[in-house]
């Protein structure tokens, strides 16, 4: 994997096409393999890494690119998936049944209500008074981690949304992306848990302009 290949393209990143989705879920699922939110819901056995993919297979199939806009590099390692903000809230019973499937294989039943915590207080703490566009995800290949690739597919989709005048919002579950994404002018709005027992989240929004 040619590494400065990818930060280069990602500084003008393309929509992924339905050609490029086995691409894009094998690369979100290597980006999150450590992510705190997945360690605590995902299943804890052998199964693990074919799960995440699965996992990640279906969220794009059923919602990231029917939905949503993902952004990647041409040549590949990385992607980032943008909802629009009415595609927010509760999603319609076929899709949920879709999907369940490929959750309770991520999960398994130990852990499923551990998935369902962290909806709620994601769906709790999302502002939802304003329009604006939802970073669902944004993950980089491991090998091309630290190397400017997601800062550069950030600064494209910054350049975008302040030409429409559109804030963006995002969860993310570590001090390193919020320092990350406060770089590229997003603040924290709030600091939350999902349980007692689960990792932090922060919530962040930007303005346009990064105000």
Same mark, same amino acid.
Not at 2 to 7: G, K, S, T, Y
Not at 64 to 69: K, N, Y
Not at 71 to 82: E, H, K, V
Not at 111 to 129: E, Q, Y
């Given at each position: 994997?040619?590494?400065?290949?990818?930060?280069?393209?990602?500084?003008?990143?393309?929509?992924?096409?339905?050609?490029?989705?086995?691409?894009?879920?094998?690369?979100?699922?290597?980006?999150?393999?450590?992510?705190?939110?997945?360690?605590?819901?995902?299943?804890?056995?052998?199964?693990?890494?074919?799960?995440?993919?699965?996992?990640?297979?279906?969220?794009?199939?059923?919602?990231?690119?029917?939905?949503?806009?993902?952004?990647?590099?041409?040549?590949?390692?990385?992607?980032?998936?943008?909802?629009?903000?009415?595609?927010?809230?509760?999603?319609?019973?076929?899709?949920?049944?879709?999907?369940?499937?490929?959750?309770?294989?991520?999960?398994?039943?130990?852990?499923?209500?551990?998935?369902?915590?962290?909806?709620?207080?994601?769906?709790?703490?999302?502002?939802?008074?304003?329009?604006?566009?939802?970073?669902?995800?944004?993950?980089?290949?491991? *090998? +091309?981690?630290?190397?400017?690739? %997601?800062?550069?597919? !950030?600064?494209?989709?910054? #350049? =975008?949304? @302040? $030409?429409?005048?559109?804030?963006?919002?995002?969860?993310?579950?570590?001090?390193?992306? *919020? +320092?990350?994404?406060?770089?590229? %002018?997003?603040?924290? !709005?709030?600091?939350?848990? #999902? =349980?007692? @027992? $689960?990792?932090?989240?922060?919530?962040?929004?930007?303005?346009?302009?990064?105000?």
């Amino acid at each position: 994997m040619d590494v400065d290949a990818i930060r280069h393209a990602a500084e003008t990143p393309v929509q992924a096409t339905a050609d490029d989705l086995p691409e894009v879920a094998q690369t979100l699922a290597d980006a999150f393999a450590v992510d705190p939110h997945l360690d605590w819901f995902m299943r804890a056995d052998s199964r693990r890494d074919a799960a995440r993919l699965a996992f990640f297979q279906m969220l794009i199939r059923e919602e990231g690119f029917p939905s949503g806009r993902i952004d990647r590099p041409a040549s590949g390692g990385a992607a980032a998936i943008w909802m629009p903000f009415d595609w927010l809230g509760p999603l319609p019973i076929t899709t949920e049944l879709r999907g369940l499937p490929a959750m309770l294989r991520a999960t398994g039943l130990a852990r499923f209500g551990r998935l369902l915590a962290i909806r709620a207080d994601m769906d709790k703490h999302h502002p939802m008074d304003r329009r604006h566009a939802y970073l669902w995800f944004l993950g980089v290949a491991p *090998v +091309a981690q630290g190397r400017g690739v %997601g800062s550069a597919l !950030l600064r494209a989709a910054n #350049a =975008r949304l @302040d $030409a429409e005048g559109l804030p963006a919002y995002l969860e993310t579950g570590t001090t390193r992306n *919020v +320092a990350l994404y406060e770089r590229h %002018g997003f603040k924290v !709005l709030s600091e939350h848990k #999902a =349980r007692a @027992d $689960a990792p932090t989240m922060w919530s962040m929004w930007r303005e346009p302009g990064g105000g």
